[in-house]
């Protein structure tokens, strides 16, 4: 399977990014996509056709690139100084104890009936008949996410990744999805999961065990 962005959509996006990078300080480009390669929505790798788009951005104006979509994190590509996230995952992921709305047609896509309610449906994508997690609880890759946070200063832009960790695969269900600053056992093992992932792009990153953050080596 080939993926490819719209050509007229990738211009008039460009065209807004050199508008925002005229007028502002800071020029950050959000993506939100699912796609991975080879088709799977869960592959550990965007496709060639967002790391094009991404590239692009910078090339146009844009300080950094943050990607989002998917549950769980991608690599990270400095390109021309700048960063690529290419997916952060969740900031938090609260199915069993959210508020939102869902619609009839949901509930039937997964075979409930339409006057069904929340719990019924999160519920049971978080754990079967037998009380066993499943779905993204029951993977810690899910869990295990990062926020970010940029400095742009006249000396230029920095920036550090802070590890949370969203505990879908905790006791209570009302505390599943809430993201809490992640330990340094679990912090270190995003650390080394994303230099896994980012080692294509040439990215070297290390958990800082003295401020619980994670950074790219270059800043050391």
Request: aromatic share 8%; net charge negative; glycine share 8%.
């Amino acid at each position: 399977m080939r993926t490819w962005a719209d050509e007229r959509d990738v211009r008039e996006i460009l065209k807004s990014i050199r508008d925002a990078s005229r007028r502002s300080d800071l020029t950050i480009f959000s993506l939100h996509t699912h796609e991975g390669t080879d088709a799977n929505w869960y592959s550990p790798e965007p496709p060639e056709f967002i790391e094009s788009v991404c590239r692009q951005a910078i090339e146009a104006g844009a300080d950094a690139v943050v990607g989002h979509g998917a549950h769980f994190m991608r690599g990270v590509e400095i390109y021309r100084g700048k960063p690529i996230f290419y997916n952060l995952g969740s900031l938090l992921m609260e199915f069993e104890a959210g508020e939102s709305l869902i619609s009839p047609e949901m509930y039937l896509c997964y075979g409930y009936e339409p006057d069904s309610r929340p719990s019924d449906l999160h519920g049971n994508r978080a754990q079967d008949a037998e009380g066993r997690l499943i779905g993204f609880a029951s993977e810690r890759r899910f869990s295990e996410n990062a926020m970010v946070l940029l400095d742009k200063t006249e000396e230029g832009l920095t920036w550090k990744m802070v590890p949370l960790d969203l505990h879908l695969d905790g006791d209570r269900p009302l505390h599943r999805g809430l993201p809490t600053i992640a330990d340094s056992v679990t912090g270190r093992r995003l650390a080394e999961r994303l230099q896994t992932v980012s080692a294509k792009y040439g990215t070297r990153l290390f958990y800082d065990e003295t401020e619980g953050v994670i950074r790219a080596a270059a800043e050391v």
